[in-house]
T-cell receptor
Framework: DGGITQSPKYLFRKEGQNVTLSCEQN?????MYWYRQDPGQGLRLIYY???????QKGDIAEGYSVSREKKESFPLTVTSAQKNPTAFYLC????????????FGSGTRLTVV | RKEVEQDPGPFNVPEGATVAFNCTYS??????FFWYRQDCRKEPKLLMS???SGNEDGRFTAQLNRASQYISLLIRDSKLSDSATYLC???????????FGSGTQLTVLP
Protein backbone atom coordinates (compact mmCIF):
# COMPACT_ATOMS: atom_id res chain seq x y z
CA ASP A 1 0.00 0.00 0.00
CA GLY A 2 1.21 3.49 -0.80
CA GLY A 3 1.70 5.92 2.00
CA ILE A 4 3.92 8.19 3.98
CA THR A 5 5.84 6.83 6.95
CA GLN A 6 7.33 8.78 9.79
CA SER A 7 9.65 7.33 12.36
CA PRO A 8 10.05 7.09 15.21
CA LYS A 9 6.58 7.69 16.62
CA TYR A 10 7.96 8.93 19.93
CA LEU A 11 11.40 10.43 20.46
CA PHE A 12 13.08 11.69 23.59
CA ARG A 13 16.09 13.95 23.32
CA LYS A 14 18.44 15.45 25.82
CA GLU A 15 19.02 19.17 25.67
CA GLY A 16 21.90 20.05 23.38
CA GLN A 17 21.55 17.00 21.14
CA ASN A 18 20.66 16.97 17.47
CA VAL A 19 18.04 14.46 16.37
CA THR A 20 16.79 13.43 12.92
CA LEU A 21 13.19 12.60 12.16
CA SER A 22 12.56 10.31 9.23
CA CYS A 23 9.90 10.80 6.55
CA GLU A 24 9.56 8.37 3.63
CA GLN A 25 6.83 8.20 1.00
CA ASN A 26 6.14 5.70 -1.77
CA UNK A 27 3.41 7.72 -3.43
CA UNK A 28 5.72 9.18 -6.07
CA UNK A 29 4.78 12.62 -4.77
CA UNK A 30 6.91 15.52 -5.91
CA UNK A 31 6.57 17.90 -2.99
CA MET A 32 7.21 17.21 0.68
CA TYR A 33 6.64 19.34 3.74
CA TRP A 34 7.44 19.44 7.44
CA TYR A 35 5.05 20.98 9.94
CA ARG A 36 5.18 21.44 13.67
CA GLN A 37 2.15 21.45 15.97
CA ASP A 38 2.12 22.72 19.53
CA PRO A 39 -0.77 21.97 21.92
CA GLY A 40 -3.92 23.90 21.08
CA GLN A 41 -2.35 25.41 18.00
CA GLY A 42 -2.50 24.88 14.29
CA LEU A 43 0.31 23.45 12.23
CA ARG A 44 3.20 25.70 11.27
CA LEU A 45 5.42 25.15 8.25
CA ILE A 46 9.10 24.43 8.93
CA TYR A 47 10.55 23.49 5.53
CA TYR A 48 9.28 22.28 2.19
CA UNK A 49 10.75 20.78 -0.96
CA UNK A 50 9.21 20.77 -4.41
CA UNK A 51 11.92 18.75 -6.16
CA UNK A 52 14.95 16.65 -5.32
CA UNK A 53 18.00 18.59 -4.14
CA UNK A 54 15.98 21.72 -3.51
CA UNK A 55 14.15 22.97 -0.42
CA GLN A 56 12.81 26.21 1.00
CA LYS A 57 12.39 27.64 4.48
CA GLY A 58 8.92 27.88 5.90
CA ASP A 59 7.68 30.18 8.64
CA ILE A 60 9.69 28.69 11.51
CA ALA A 61 12.87 27.21 9.98
CA GLU A 62 15.32 28.46 12.62
CA GLY A 63 16.97 25.59 14.46
CA TYR A 64 15.99 23.00 11.85
CA SER A 65 17.67 21.55 8.77
CA VAL A 66 16.51 19.24 5.98
CA SER A 67 17.81 17.41 2.94
CA ARG A 68 16.13 16.01 -0.18
CA GLU A 69 18.61 13.65 -1.78
CA LYS A 70 15.91 11.25 -2.95
CA LYS A 71 12.37 11.87 -4.08
CA GLU A 72 11.03 9.46 -1.49
CA SER A 73 12.81 10.88 1.54
CA PHE A 74 12.77 14.21 3.38
CA PRO A 75 14.46 13.90 6.80
CA LEU A 76 14.27 16.72 9.32
CA THR A 77 17.07 17.42 11.78
CA VAL A 78 16.18 19.27 14.96
CA THR A 79 19.37 20.94 16.06
CA SER A 80 20.47 22.13 19.46
CA ALA A 81 19.82 25.67 18.21
CA GLN A 82 16.07 25.04 18.31
CA LYS A 83 15.07 26.65 21.60
CA ASN A 84 11.80 24.85 22.21
CA PRO A 85 11.77 21.61 20.22
CA THR A 86 9.15 19.69 22.19
CA ALA A 87 6.23 19.34 19.77
CA PHE A 88 4.35 17.06 17.40
CA TYR A 89 6.07 16.95 13.99
CA LEU A 90 4.14 16.08 10.87
CA CYS A 91 5.47 15.29 7.42
CA UNK A 92 3.27 15.62 4.34
CA UNK A 93 3.58 15.09 0.62
CA UNK A 94 1.60 15.85 -2.52
CA UNK A 95 1.78 15.82 -6.30
CA UNK A 96 2.61 19.17 -7.84
CA UNK A 97 -0.37 20.85 -9.41
CA UNK A 98 -3.22 23.03 -8.42
CA UNK A 99 -5.75 20.74 -6.85
CA UNK A 100 -3.78 17.87 -5.42
CA UNK A 101 -4.33 17.36 -1.72
CA UNK A 102 -1.81 16.56 0.94
CA UNK A 103 -1.13 13.18 2.50
CA PHE A 104 0.15 13.34 6.07
CA GLY A 105 2.30 10.90 7.94
CA SER A 106 1.22 9.79 11.40
CA GLY A 107 3.66 12.13 13.10
CA THR A 108 6.60 12.05 15.51
CA ARG A 109 6.13 13.30 19.03
CA LEU A 110 9.44 14.80 20.19
CA THR A 111 10.10 15.50 23.86
CA VAL A 112 13.21 17.17 25.22
CA VAL A 113 14.17 15.83 28.62
CA ARG B 1 -3.64 39.11 12.94
CA LYS B 2 -3.47 35.39 12.24
CA GLU B 3 -3.57 34.34 8.61
CA VAL B 4 -6.38 31.88 9.26
CA GLU B 5 -8.77 32.46 12.14
CA GLN B 6 -11.41 30.09 13.40
CA ASP B 7 -14.17 30.03 15.98
CA PRO B 8 -12.43 29.50 19.30
CA GLY B 9 -14.71 26.66 20.45
CA PRO B 10 -14.99 24.21 22.06
CA PHE B 11 -18.38 23.13 20.76
CA ASN B 12 -20.26 20.57 22.85
CA VAL B 13 -23.43 19.46 21.07
CA PRO B 14 -25.94 16.62 21.46
CA GLU B 15 -26.16 13.82 18.94
CA GLY B 16 -28.31 14.80 16.00
CA ALA B 17 -27.58 18.51 16.29
CA THR B 18 -26.49 20.74 13.45
CA VAL B 19 -23.27 22.62 14.07
CA ALA B 20 -21.57 25.34 12.02
CA PHE B 21 -17.93 26.36 12.01
CA ASN B 22 -16.63 29.62 10.58
CA CYS B 23 -13.24 30.66 9.39
CA THR B 24 -11.70 33.79 7.88
CA TYR B 25 -8.41 34.15 6.04
CA SER B 26 -6.31 37.24 5.48
CA UNK B 27 -4.38 36.48 2.28
CA UNK B 28 -6.53 37.39 -0.70
CA UNK B 29 -4.09 35.47 -2.95
CA UNK B 30 -5.01 32.18 -1.29
CA UNK B 31 -5.75 29.62 -3.94
CA UNK B 32 -7.35 26.57 -2.40
CA PHE B 33 -9.37 25.92 0.70
CA PHE B 34 -9.96 22.86 2.81
CA TRP B 35 -11.40 21.49 6.00
CA TYR B 36 -9.28 18.90 7.75
CA ARG B 37 -10.26 16.76 10.69
CA GLN B 38 -7.77 15.88 13.42
CA ASP B 39 -8.43 13.29 16.09
CA CYS B 40 -6.60 13.53 19.39
CA ARG B 41 -2.86 12.95 18.97
CA LYS B 42 -3.27 11.91 15.33
CA GLU B 43 -2.39 13.46 12.00
CA PRO B 44 -4.87 15.73 10.20
CA LYS B 45 -6.98 14.06 7.53
CA LEU B 46 -8.68 15.81 4.67
CA LEU B 47 -12.40 16.14 5.27
CA MET B 48 -13.27 18.10 2.16
CA SER B 49 -12.09 20.74 -0.24
CA UNK B 50 -14.09 23.95 -0.39
CA UNK B 51 -15.24 25.49 -3.65
CA UNK B 52 -16.77 28.86 -4.43
CA SER B 53 -19.96 27.22 -5.60
CA GLY B 54 -20.32 25.41 -2.30
CA ASN B 55 -20.07 21.67 -1.99
CA GLU B 56 -21.65 18.89 -0.02
CA ASP B 57 -20.47 15.47 1.07
CA GLY B 58 -23.15 13.57 2.90
CA ARG B 59 -23.87 15.39 6.16
CA PHE B 60 -21.12 17.93 5.54
CA THR B 61 -21.54 21.17 3.58
CA ALA B 62 -18.74 23.64 2.92
CA GLN B 63 -19.05 27.19 1.63
CA LEU B 64 -16.50 29.72 0.43
CA ASN B 65 -17.00 33.45 0.02
CA ARG B 66 -13.92 34.86 -1.67
CA ALA B 67 -15.12 38.45 -1.46
CA SER B 68 -15.47 38.23 2.32
CA GLN B 69 -12.55 35.78 2.67
CA TYR B 70 -14.81 33.53 4.68
CA ILE B 71 -15.14 29.74 4.81
CA SER B 72 -17.75 27.70 6.62
CA LEU B 73 -18.48 24.08 7.45
CA LEU B 74 -21.91 22.78 8.39
CA ILE B 75 -22.36 19.35 9.95
CA ARG B 76 -25.90 18.03 10.04
CA ASP B 77 -27.21 15.19 12.20
CA SER B 78 -24.04 15.05 14.32
CA LYS B 79 -22.71 11.63 15.26
CA LEU B 80 -20.54 10.68 18.22
CA SER B 81 -17.83 9.82 15.70
CA ASP B 82 -17.76 13.44 14.50
CA SER B 83 -16.01 14.41 17.75
CA ALA B 84 -12.64 15.82 16.69
CA THR B 85 -10.83 19.07 16.02
CA TYR B 86 -11.73 20.71 12.72
CA LEU B 87 -8.99 22.67 11.00
CA CYS B 88 -9.62 25.38 8.45
CA UNK B 89 -6.80 25.34 5.91
CA UNK B 90 -5.82 27.53 2.97
CA UNK B 91 -3.07 27.07 0.44
CA UNK B 92 -0.94 29.86 -0.99
CA UNK B 93 2.28 30.34 -2.89
CA UNK B 94 3.92 28.52 -5.76
CA UNK B 95 4.42 25.41 -3.62
CA UNK B 96 0.83 25.47 -2.41
CA UNK B 97 1.97 25.70 1.19
CA UNK B 98 -0.84 25.07 3.63
CA UNK B 99 -1.65 27.54 6.36
CA PHE B 100 -3.70 26.09 9.19
CA GLY B 101 -6.12 27.66 11.59
CA SER B 102 -5.70 26.68 15.22
CA GLY B 103 -8.74 24.43 15.01
CA THR B 104 -12.14 24.16 16.62
CA GLN B 105 -12.80 21.27 18.96
CA LEU B 106 -16.13 19.51 18.59
CA THR B 107 -17.53 17.06 21.11
CA VAL B 108 -20.77 15.31 20.25
CA LEU B 109 -22.52 14.11 23.39
CA PRO B 110 -24.83 11.07 23.66
Amino acid sequence: DGGITQSPKYLFRKEGQNVTLSCEQNLNHDAMYWYRQDPGQGLRLIYYSQIVNDFQKGDIAEGYSVSREKKESFPLTVTSAQKNPTAFYLCASRFQGANYGYTFGSGTRLTVV
Amino acid sequence: RKEVEQDPGPFNVPEGATVAFNCTYSNSASQSFFWYRQDCRKEPKLLMSVYSSGNEDGRFTAQLNRASQYISLLIRDSKLSDSATYLCVVSTGSARQLTFGSGTQLTVLP
